[in-house]
């Protein structure tokens, strides 16, 4: 008996605000590539994200390893838009003092 290969697609999917996602889930390829970095196996990953099947996670890191210029490239681009999306939301809304703030508020409904 001789083994068939059978083409394995790449288990990512761009979503419609063009983030990568991991199977049919909603969990990114920027976790499980961070999870992965830090130093965590597939079968961890598979426990922090138990929307993840073992082998779209192997076909993950796979993918990864085989074009790790570009995905650090795709990461390193979402890091900056991340950046400055937080940038543009704080310069809207203050952070500094919006404990006390809300807790004013919740004081005054009371």
């Known amino acids: ?8 697609t790449v288990p ?3 979503d419609s605000d063009g983030v ?4 049919r ?3 990114t390829l920027d976790s499980v590539i961070y999870s992965f970095n830090q130093g965590a196996t597939a079968e961890e990953i598979a426990q922090q994200y138990p929307a993840l099947n073992l082998a779209d996670i192997y076909g993950t890191i796979a993918y990864y390893l085989r074009f790790s210029d570009e995905v650090d490239a795709y990461l390193n681009q979402r ?4 950046a400055r999306i937080q940038q543009e939301n704080e310069a809207r809304f203050n952070p500094v003092g919006i404990r006390e703030r809300l807790l004013a508020r919740k004081s005054e409904k009371e």
Do not use: N
């Open 1 to 8: 008996m001789t083994l068939q290969i059978h083409a394995e």
């Open 79 to 82: 890091q900056q838009e991340t």
């Open 25 to 27: 889930t909603r969990v």
């Open 20 to 23: 990568v996602r991991v199977g």
């Open 12 to 14: 990512l999917e761009v």
